[in-house]
């Protein structure tokens, strides 16, 4: 298998999916920026959407949509926990978080790194940041992980946004609860893997 992936981008999400879940790959730089791979290839003929992450399998069929791709991963190997079994009532709360990842808080990022958005609109994505995260923050009251004791893939993304924080300057730090899940799952062996993998640590 062959995941595309730019550094610290939404993409270190199945990057460490995989490394957690143990199953063989090869990483493949595509730039968000140039749009190229390494070789020069122009990463939009492999992925029109000319984003990461994608996931290409051994037979060439590719997957893309980083929610989509942790799920998938996770099913390959059941027995380490990384979702619920499929149509269990738990799967579908796994998939709540996800999609509550994937657009109140991956989409309210993007602008924060767009240079030409406007300083009033970006005032207006962290505003509704800093609300979302208390709300996370309040979820994870009691609790190691998004789900309970334990570590899934919706874990895996809430810690790669939370991330982003840092370089778009936005303070989370009233937010205890959400700042010792982000530290607990940095010191994970995959997390830590992939984070030394793609250059960030």
């Not at 009691?142 to 309970?148: A, K, T, W």
């Not at 937010?175 to 893997?193: C, M, T």
Request: aromatic share 10%; hydrophobic share 40%.
């Amino acid at each position: 298998m062959k995941l595309y992936y730019s550094p610290g981008a939404c993409s270190l999400s199945p990057h460490i999916a995989l490394r957690e879940a143990g199953l063989p790959f090869e990483a493949v730089l595509a730039s968000t920026k140039t749009h190229k791979l390494a070789d020069g290839t122009d990463y939009y003929t492999i992925n029109p959407k000319g984003y990461v992450p994608l996931l290409e399998f051994d037979n060439g069929e590719r997957l893309t949509e980083g929610p989509a791709i942790v799920q998938w991963i996770a099913d390959q190997v059941p027995e380490r926990r990384l979702a619920p079994p499929a149509g269990t009532m738990e799967r579908y709360r796994l998939m709540e978080w996800l999609n509550f990842i994937t657009t109140e808080l991956h989409k309210q990022f993007s602008p924060l790194f767009n240079p030409a958005y406007p300083e009033e609109g970006k005032a207006i994505n962290r505003a509704k940041l800093v609300e979302r995260f208390e709300w996370v923050d309040g979820q994870l009251s009691g609790r190691q992980y998004l789900m309970g004791d334990d570590f899934t893939v919706a874990d895996a993304y809430l810690f790669v946004v939370t991330n982003w924080t840092v370089p778009t300057k936005l303070d989370i730090s009233a937010f205890g609860n959400l700042g010792a899940h982000r530290a607990r799952v940095a010191k994970r062996p995959a997390v830590q893997e992939a984070l030394k993998a793609e250059g960030l640590a």
